[in-house]
Nanobody, 127 residues
Framework: QLQLVESGGGWVQPGGSLRLSCAVS????????ICWFRQAPGTEREGVSC????????LYAGPVKGRFRITADNAGASIGLQMILLKPEASGVYYC????????????????????WGQGTQVTVSS
């Protein structure tokens, strides 16, 4: 059974930076996709960025390309999301999620495909 624990959320002014971390434990991780999702109040959960541990391939949602970077350290035991030049629309609860299904890139942001979720960490971008 995989366990995911997010940390690193907080408040930041527009234009600022935050780094989120997802500690992953409880299983062999080689075959997993791990993604960050965001959910703001009154909105649907949306995919932000994913990494495929076996290949190192990454995926980013259009609005965050060039400003967010996902990384995997320690054989996938820690997944980071570095966020710079943050905008107010980046606010929300960020969740780390994992699946062992082999998904094509167009399904990586489908939250229903993920079996394991963390509890979330709040990010607030405001002045």
């Amino acid at each position: 059974q995989l366990q995911l624990v997010e940390s690193g959320g907080g408040w930041v002014q527009p234009g600022g930076s935050l780094r989120l971390s997802c500690a992953v434990s409880g299983s062999t991780l080689d075959h997993y996709h791990i993604c960050w999702f965001r959910q703001a109040p009154g909105t649907e959960r949306e995919g932000v960025s994913c990494i495929t541990l076996r290949t190192g391939d990454t995926l980013y949602a259009g609005p965050v390309k060039g400003r967010f970077r996902i990384t995997a350290d320690n054989a996938g035991a820690s997944i980071g999301l570095q966020m710079i030049l943050l905008k107010p629309e980046a606010s929300g609860v960020y969740y780390c999620a994992a699946t062992e299904k082999q998904l094509p890139s167009w399904e990586l942001f489908s939250g229903d495909q993920y079996d394991y979720w963390g509890q979330g960490t709040q990010v607030t971008v405001s002045s």
